[in-house]
Nanobody
């Protein structure tokens, strides 16, 4: 059974850091793209970052230079290191897998439940 489980969210002050984890089971992450998406109340879902099966990385303009996505094959886990956090980064962060990176999420087949990130000013 394919499953993605996010962890690492929490409450942090502006300027702080968090590292989100997306642990996979039921399949090998190495063969797929893994994307991070976020959604804040009243806003549309936003593709934040993605790492392809060949480890090409993508970032939205809003997080470029502050967030870093990486993959740990041994742990079958993808991480999102978030630095210099801003209040506008507050959202539920969800990871999703699929054959290719797609910031719209349409090509991501399996989704986790999400982890809440709250950045206070």
């Amino acid at each position: 059974q394919v499953q993605l489980v996010e962890s690492g969210g929490g409450l942090v002050q502006a300027g702080g850091s968090l590292r989100l984890s997306c642990a996979a089971s039921g399949f090998t992450l190495d063969y797929y793209a893994i994307g991070w998406f976020r959604q804040a109340p009243g806003k549309e879902r936003e593709g934040v970052s993605c790492i392809s099966s060949i480890n090409v990385t993508y970032y939205s303009d809003s997080v470029k230079g502050r967030f870093t996505i990486s993959r740990d094959s041994a742990k079958n886990t993808v991480y999102l290191q978030m630095n210099s956090l801003k209040p506008e980064d507050t959202a539920t962060y969800v990871c999703a897998t699929g054959p290719i990176c797609d910031s719209s999420g349409r090509n991501h087949d399996y989704w986790g439940q999400g982890t809440q990130v709250t950045v206070s000013s």
